[in-house]
């Protein structure tokens, strides 16, 4: 259920519902707006608990949630969360844009692909270096050499690097190099990397797996949230149907739907989503016209050559194309692709 604060209630009054929500055995998750505060209190909830805390003081109301997922429910956050990572911004008004390869295959590659998608536009660096692979005879990635290599890129670029842990025992590793944590389609579902992940305090990337539900999907963020980070971005990235002309299905109507229901901010994923690099660049122009507030992208020196995912992987000069187009859509619905620094700035005082 949630305490709804009356408008101007003290910080005394709140922390005093605090205490009253954790003294009946429930999780106190205090969010505060810039209109009011409410306490999300999260548990096995009985009536009787509903009618003490509404004679609280400070107290407007207490509302049962009807979501599933509780602290991800636009229920209890009306307001759009914005995740930001260094200088990128992810959400309400900003979209991020997550350029990079597949897989960290050598400072070269690397480094070169970096340096290509910040001159483009780019809002951070993606890149694997511990890559799940359907086959164990596939290239598996560089592993810590290629965080080592992702955070050369960062120091160069100064993009914020987005990479994927796939155990919860490698979090603080990956942690250590990685400004986002990506967890991949096929981990998202794996509950101890949740936990692990959402005590790390890093941010998260939240691939959708497949086959999972939308409410799959948002309870497995509630994992991460409840483990008390906020900074939760959702990725659409293609679920399995039975069409096989792409790699995967990829439905847009999950970004309107997921922004009726949460407040966390919604990224697509075109490349997996597709599979086909010519299907790229229209599918990103899509998702932003759909709202999205980020696109992730796999983007290579020489797709041809490329260790994984060269066949939906942009050349440099495709990247640029797309930017190009992803910028018009993106003015047309209101969104800026630039760090929240630069907009602050170009504001008149
Ligand atoms: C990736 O981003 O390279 C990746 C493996 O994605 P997914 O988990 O969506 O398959
Ligand atoms: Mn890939």
């Known amino acids: 259920m949630i305490v709804v604060m009356q408008k101007g209630a003290t910080q005394e009054q709140i922390d005093h519902m605090i205490q009253r929500v954790e003294e009946l055995g429930l999780k106190a998750h205090p969010i505060y707006g810039t209109e009011r505060?409410?306490?999300?209190?999260?548990?096995?909830?009985?009536?009787?608990?509903r009618h003490s805390l509404e004679s609280g003081p400070g107290v407007s109301a207490v509302v049962p949630i009807l979501a599933p997922y509780k602290v991800a429910s636009i229920e209890v956050k009306p307001e759009r969360t914005v995740v930001r990572v260094g200088p990128m911004s992810v959400g309400n008004c900003h979209l991020g844009i997550?350029?990079?390869?597949?897989?960290?295959?050598?400072?070269?590659?690397?480094?070169?692909?970096?340096?290509?998608?910040?001159?483009?536009?780019?809002?951070?660096?993606?890149?694997?270096?511990?890559?799940?692979?359907?086959s164990p005879y596939s290239f598996q990635g560089l592993k810590e050499e290629g965080l080592k290599i992702l955070a050369a890129a960062r120091e160069e670029t100064?993009?914020?690097?987005?990479?994927?842990?796939?155990?919860?025992?490698?979090?603080?590793?990956?942690?250590?190099?990685?400004?986002?944590?990506?967890?991949?389609?096929?981990n998202m579902q794996n509950y101890r990397l949740l936990e692990e992940a959402g005590a790390s305090g890093t941010p998260v990337l939240l691939k959708r797996g497949p086959s999972a539900t939308m409410d799959e999907l948002l309870l497995a963020a509630e994992y991460i949230l409840n483990a008390g980070?906020?900074?939760?971005?959702?990725?659409?990235?293609?679920?399995?149907?039975?069409?096989?002309?792409?790699?995967?299905?990829?439905?847009?109507?999950?970004?309107?739907?997921?922004?009726?229901?949460?407040?966390?901010?919604v990224v697509v994923d075109p490349s997996h989503g597709t599979g086909h690099t010519s299907l790229?660049?229209?599918?990103?122009?899509?998702?932003?016209?759909?709202?999205?507030?980020?696109?992730?992208?796999?983007?290579?020196?020489?797709?041809?050559?490329?260790?994984?995912?060269?066949?939906?992987?942009?050349?440099?000069?495709?990247f640029e194309e797309t930017m190009q187009l992803c910028r018009k859509v993106?003015?047309?619905?209101?969104?800026?692709?630039?760090?929240?620094?630069?907009?602050?700035?170009?504001?008149?005082?």
């Open 37 to 49: 505060t409410v306490i999300a209190a999260i548990g096995d909830k009985r009536d009787e608990d």
């Open 330 to 349: 993106a003015d047309a619905v209101g969104k800026r692709i630039e760090a929240e620094e630069e907009t602050l700035a170009r504001q008149p005082a």
């Open 98 to 134: 997550i350029a990079g390869p597949c897989s960290v295959e050598s400072e070269e590659q690397t480094l070169s692909t970096a340096r290509a998608v910040k001159a483009a536009g780019a809002t951070a660096l993606r890149g694997g270096a511990f890559k799940p692979r359907t």
């Open 229 to 265: 980070n906020q900074n939760v971005m959702l990725c659409e990235r293609g679920i399995r149907t039975f069409e096989t002309h792409t790699r995967f299905t990829l439905p847009l109507a999950t970004v309107p739907y997921l922004h009726e229901r949460t407040h966390l901010p």
């Open 158 to 186: 100064g993009l914020p690097v987005v990479t994927e842990v796939m155990a919860a025992a490698d979090v603080p590793l990956v942690a250590r190099y990685a400004d986002v944590l990506q967890i991949g389609a096929r």
């Open 280 to 318: 790229v660049p229209r599918m990103s122009a899509a998702a932003i016209a759909a709202g999205a507030d980020g696109l992730i992208l796999e983007v290579h020196p020489d797709p041809e050559k490329a260790l994984s995912d060269g066949y939906q992987s942009l050349t440099f000069q495709q």
